[in-house]
């Protein structure tokens, strides 16, 4: 079982920067593939950022150049650092958890933070 906390959301302006984090409790959490989702009102949740067990990542095209993924297994964290943000990176922020490989479908991920509010003001 993990169980996943996000924080660091809140209110940017254009261009600017946030971190989100992500704390994980359980013993296994090197062995699991971290993703940070996001979804808009409106629209379904997407897959932003992830990164598996031995370090590889994945990012989607929106934020590629902007967005760095990390984690520490030794904090059992996994960090978003968002750079020159923009008003459509606005929306709700998830971390998801699960095993190994990393998956771009929001189902196939079995555990999920609460969500952390983005917004980008233009």
């Known amino acids: 079982q993990v169980q996943l906390v996000e924080s660091g959301g809140g209110l940017v302006q254009a261009g600017g920067s946030l971190r989100l984090s992500c704390a994980a409790s359980?013993?296994?959490?090197?062995?699991?593939?971290m993703g940070w989702f996001r979804q808009a009102p409106g629209k379904e949740r997407e897959l932003v950022a992830a990164?598996?067990?031995?370090?590889?990542?994945y990012y989607a095209d929106s934020v590629k150049g902007r967005f760095t993924i990390s984690r520490d297994n030794v904090k059992n964290t996994v960090a978003l650092q968002m750079n020159s943000l923009k008003p459509e990176d606005t929306a709700v922020y998830y971390c998801?958890?699960?095993?190994?490989?990393?998956?771009?479908?929001?189902?196939?991920?079995?555990?999920w933070g609460q969500g952390t509010q983005v917004t980008v003001s233009s």
């Open positions: 998801a958890a699960r095993s190994r490989l990393i998956h771009t479908t929001p189902s196939e991920y079995n555990y």
């Open positions: 359980g013993r296994t959490f090197s062995s699991y593939a």
């Open positions: 990164i598996n067990s031995g370090g590889l990542t």
